[in-house]
């Protein structure tokens, strides 16, 4: 049996716990299989469109604290020993995004998400962006749960 080496990890980050836990064990992963490190964070603009007035100050700010977090974020992963870390920041839907668009464009080949709080009505009306990425990613998803958390 060959093992399996992953050459490319992308972590999703939105600055929740679950994600912070994600990042954690995908700079684990990471270092285990030597491999590349790519953070990726989207700004869901399907929540900005309900804004009545376009505001490109809106987006401004949300990209800079976004620039921000995940500027902390690589810092973290190369201080932990990653050489190669890539930070992505897109807009758009995060499901799409995270699925197929960054991974391919990046040659990811595992994605790596927080497990959402969502309880069982809420993900009935938006749905969970981890169980569309498992839907439709073509690599492997592991999806990391916070054990304190019960839902």
Known sequence: ???????????????????ELAFEKGVNVALRNASRL????????RALQSVSTFDAEVYE?????????????????????I????????????????????PDEHKVDLIMVGATGLNAFERLLVGSSSEYILRHAKVDLLV????????
């Open 83 to 102: 050489k190669y870390v890539d930070i992505v920041i897109e807009l758009g839907n995060p499901k799409t995004l995270l699925a197929t668009d960054i």
């Open 38 to 45: 790519t953070i990726a964070h989207v700004i869901d603009t």
């Open 61 to 81: 700010d949300l990209q800079e604290e976004a620039q921000k977090l995940m500027t902390e974020y690589k810092e973290k992963a190369q201080k932990a020993g």
């Open 144 to 151: 990391v749960r916070d054990k304190e958390k019960t839902f």
């Open 1 to 19: 049996m060959t093992q399996q080496k992953y050459e490319n990890i992308m972590v999703a980050v939105d600055g929740s716990r679950e994600a």
